[in-house]
Nanobody
Framework: QVQLVESGGGSAQPGGSLTLSCVSSGFTSSTGVMSWYRQAPGKEREWVAFISATTAGANTLYTDSVKGRFIISRDDAMNTVYLQMRNLKPEDTAVYYC?????????WGQGTQVTVSS
C-alpha cells in the first residue's frame, strides 16, 4: 500500500524557517515524482513545489510565490522528500500536503499545519 506521511509543521514568526518532511512507503521512491501542495483556510489547494524522479535528474519546479524561499529535495535512501521553507510570510499559512503518483493515481498525505504569525 502506497502511503505518505508528512511532519515538521508548526508555528513560526515572519522571516522564520521550517522544514517539512514527507516519508513514503509502498513504492520505489527513487522513481516517484513528488510534489508539495498547500491549502489555506477558505482557499483551494494550490501546488507549491515539484521534484522529478531521481532517475530523471531530480529536477525541481516552484510556484512563483515561493521561488527563492523554499527548496524541495529528496533522500531516496530515507524514502523522504523535504520542503525547506525560509523567510516565511503570513500568507504561507496553510496545511501542507505531499503528493505522488502511483501509476496514474494521485496519492496524498494527511497534511501538516504551518502557521506564520507574529
Amino acid at each position: 500500500q502506497v502511503q505518505l506521511v508528512e511532519s515538521g509543521g508548526g508555528s513560526a514568526q515572519p522571516g522564520g524557517s521550517l522544514t517539512l518532511s514527507c516519508v513514503s512507503s509502498g513504492f520505489t521512491s527513487s522513481t516517484g515524482v513528488m510534489s508539495w501542495y498547500r491549502q489555506a483556510p477558505g482557499k483551494e489547494r494550490e501546488w507549491v513545489a515539484f521534484i522529478s524522479a531521481t532517475t530523471a535528474g531530480a529536477n525541481t519546479l516552484y510556484t512563483d510565490s515561493v521561488k527563492g524561499r523554499f527548496i524541495i529535495s529528496r533522500d531516496d535512501a530515507m524514502n523522504t522528500v523535504y520542503l525547506q521553507m525560509r523567510n516565511l510570510k503570513p500568507e504561507d499559512t496553510a496545511v501542507y500536503y505531499c503528493r505522488t503518483l502511483h501509476g496514474t493515481v494521485p496519492i496524498w498525505g494527511q497534511g501538516t499545519q504551518v502557521t506564520v504569525s507574529s
